[in-house]
T-cell receptor, first 113, second 114 residues
């Protein structure tokens, strides 16, 4: 079992650009959540996808959007990048809406210059 | 609203000493509580979770935590620290009733010295 995989592991973008991050959930998991972890802080919830729909959303602007595909993989898109978007982006997967445990990927380190 | 406060951004212990990482939560509904560990350049690994069953929860790597409703606390302990325990530890809270968004504390960096 490969666990939760995220790609790419690192990337550098320029202010104003757009970025797409990808996540493949753990085998058997159908729910994907995204978190932003700024340097020296705890992760903050961005949104969650289940059955290809956004089910919950944290306090993030509309520049942050996502998608879930029929195979349960997910993408996080960020438009009009700001310097403050530099962070580690973590994907977590879980099984159904009743399971209490989430498994995290290793994250994508985004640097905006 | 839910929130988590982790007391002490840095904790340093000697190898073999007791590890105590403090976590206090605020929740208007029955909470689920979690402790995660993060090693450098890695994601989060679940150490243990409280989901309204036993108040004393045992996790991996010899860690345990006790849910104390009266004190709104969920402190993490380990009787004897090992060098490999050096990492960042995060306490998190969510609403009960299945998987919901996790609200994390700011984290505590644990250093273990010989």
């Amino acid at each position: 079992d490969a666990g939760v995989t995220q790609s790419p592991t690192h990337l550098i973008k320029t202010r104003g650009q757009q970025v797409t991050l990808r996540c493949s959930p753990k085998s058997g998991h159908d729910t994907v959540s995204w978190y932003q972890q700024a340097l020296g802080q705890g992760p903050q919830f961005i949104f969650q996808y289940y059955e290809e729909e956004e089910r919950q959303r944290g306090n993030f602007p509309d520049r942050f959007s996502g998608h879930q595909f029929p195979n349960y993989s997910s993408e996080l898109n960020v438009n009009a990048l700001l310097l403050g978007d530099s962070a580690l982006y973590l994907c977590a997967s879980s099984m159904g809406q009743l399971n209490t445990e989430a498994f995290f990927g290793q994250g994508t380190r985004l640097t905006v210059v | 609203a839910q929130s988590v406060t982790q007391l002490g951004s840095h904790v340093s212990v000697s190898e073999g000493a007791l590890v105590l990482l403090r976590c206090n939560y605020s929740s208007s509904v029955p909470p689920y509580l979690f402790w995660y560990v993060q090693y450098p350049n890695q994601g989060l690994q679940l150490l243990l979770k409280y989901t309204s069953a036993a108040t004393l929860v045992k996790g991996i790597n010899g860690f345990e935590a006790e849910f104390k409703k009266s004190e709104t606390s969920f402190h993490l302990t380990k009787p004897s620290a090992h060098m490999s325990d050096a990492a960042e530890y995060f306490c998190a809270v969510s609403r009960s009733g299945g998987y919901n968004k996790l609200i994390f504390g700011a984290g505590t960096r644990l250093a273990v010295h010989p």
